[in-house]
């Protein structure tokens, strides 16, 4: 015998069903218009090769995985997911980083509990013996999700803003490596330790994103971290019902086709990736060159707030090759340089030597790093892997917790593959074909440490 409640109950199901169906086939249009983003020229696709092509699918696929991870997200019972990871790049993302990012109700307080390896390179203090914390870390609570909106309107501090962060500078740990970090719209009156906050004037925080960055990929660990809704400690959920299924759905739809469409204007449109938009007669990421280095700025992307970025786009033939030579005169936290597809995905960083941070490319004797880009290997340091792509983006990041007085500069020559050696300095070693493998071989192992799903 069934009661009242549970008859109504039974009433309505007709009508959630009827809702989630809709939603479903909503979603699917949405997925539908995401990929249209691939071959239609007007939303500014790269050219239509096959490998472009083939990536494009990967890439909605990786923004699809993604949209199901966050959609399902709750800012009352929060976990850190990671943002970008092999199956989900995008944005020209970091090599060197694992990108985390958890839900926020900006007008909650939260606390994270995490823990460290050996951090003592956080505070200038000598090497480690054993493992180590990864190079750099930062929290930043922010308004907005990079892209969410499909509408380069979004590149403006009135939309998408940082309400506070906090870097591995200033992070207070204690002697065995834990630590905690409260968010709140405030800091508690007496409360003196680490602290975000999530209002800053106007702005509210709605996700916490942190960026762990790795430069000895042998002996650095990810953090262990965790998050918790202060006063939802030991609470549940609320049941899942046919209303919230049907919101999550929508919104699947609407990241992935909104984040395609954002990406690609982007960096057609503000990165000037394929011609002159403003008709100022150059591009804002040049061909075969760099732009000058400049800070992190919403207009421009946004991206990690402590940030130096210079990029522009390798255009390479078979015997073509690219020096980039990069002058750093004031040591940074945090250095690297970074290929990606013209999708933004960072191209293979496991098995090809497509990145290089400071820690693992060689300076020269006048304390300058050498690089070359070349679509196989010239048997030098500092090479640079296109994976056999002809045409992508060059990234290059410094991270400085306080803004330097001398800024990094950079030059970058186009030479025959056969003339890359007499480019370079009289001492430069050669790298042996073993070598090389171990390199890959180390990569390989870090990569798996850092994105282990156990």
Same mark, same amino acid.
């Given at each position: 015998m069934h009661t009242t409640e549970e008859r109504e109950g039974e009433a309505s199901q007709p009508s959630a069903g009827t809702d989630l169906l809709t939603a479903w086939d909503g979603m699917l249009a949405a997925l539908g218009q995401a990929r249209d983003v691939i071959h239609d020229p007007g939303f500014y696709a790269p050219p239509p090769t096959n490998r472009n092509l083939a990536e494009g699918y990967r890439y909605l696929l990786g923004f699809l995985f993604g949209a199901i991870e966050r959609a399902l997200g709750d800012p009352n019972f929060p976990?850190?997911?990671?943002?970008?990871?092999?199956?989900?790049? &995008? !944005?020209?993302?970091? @090599?060197?980083?694992?990108?985390?990012? =958890?839900?926020?109700?900006?007008?909650?307080?939260?606390?994270?509990?995490?823990?460290?390896?050996?951090?003592?390179?956080?505070?200038?203090?000598?090497?480690?013996?054993?493992?180590?914390?990864?190079?750099?870390?930062?929290?930043? &609570? !922010?308004?907005?999700? @990079?892209?969410?909106?499909?509408?380069? =309107?979004?590149l403006s501090p009135s939309v998408r803003t940082n309400t506070g962060t906090l870097d591995s500078s200033k992070l207070v740990v204690e002697a065995d490596g834990s630590f905690e970090i409260l968010l709140a719209p405030q800091r508690p009156d007496g409360y003196a330790g680490n602290f975000i906050p999530t209002k800053r004037a106007e702005h509210t925080a709605q996700h916490l994103v942190v960026r762990e960055l790795f430069y000895d990929w042998e002996r650095e660990d990810a953090l262990d971290l965790q998050i918790a809704r202060v006063g939802y400690e030991g609470a549940h959920p609320d049941p899942l019902d046919a209303a919230t299924a049907a919101r999550q759905m929508k919104r699947v739809g609407e990241v992935v086709r909104n984040q395609m469409r954002f990406w690609n204007e982007f960096y057609a449109v503000i990165l000037e990736t394929y011609e002159d938009m403003n008709g100022d007669g150059k591009r804002f990421m040049p061909r075969n060159d760099l732009n000058a280095p400049s800070f992190a700025s919403i207009q421009t992307g946004g991206g990690q707030s402590t940030n130096l970025y210079a990029g522009g786009v390798y255009e390479l033939g078979e015997a073509e090759a690219l020096i980039v030579e990069i002058r750093t005169p004031i040591p940074p936290a945090y250095m690297g340089f970074h290929l990606s597809n013209l999708w933004g995905e960072s191209l293979d960083y496991a098995n090809h030597i497509s990145s290089l941070n400071a820690f693992q490319a060689e300076a020269d004797t006048d304390s300058v790093r050498r690089y070359v880009i070349t679509h196989r290997d010239p048997g030098v340091p500092n090479w640079l892997d296109t994976t056999g792509l002809p045409e992508g983006f060059m990234a290059l990041r410094w991270t400085y917790s306080q803004k330097p007085d001398d800024l990094p500069t950079t030059k970058v020559s186009k030479v025959s593959f056969s003339d890359i050696r007499p480019h370079l300095p009289a001492e430069t070693r050669t790298v042996s074909a073993e070598e090389r493998r171990e390199q890959i071989r180390v990569r390989q192992e870090h990569v798996q440490r850092r994105y282990r799903q156990y």
């Open positions: 976990h850190f997911r990671r943002a970008i990871q092999p199956t989900d790049k &995008a !944005t020209i993302d970091n @090599a060197d980083a694992i990108y985390l990012c =958890a839900p926020l109700d900006g007008d909650g307080t939260y606390r994270i509990t995490g823990k460290a390896q050996d951090p003592s390179h956080w505070r200038g203090e000598g090497p480690a013996s054993g493992r180590k914390a990864p190079q750099y870390v930062i929290f930043e &609570a !922010t308004t907005a999700y @990079a892209g969410d909106s499909g509408n380069l =309107a979004e």
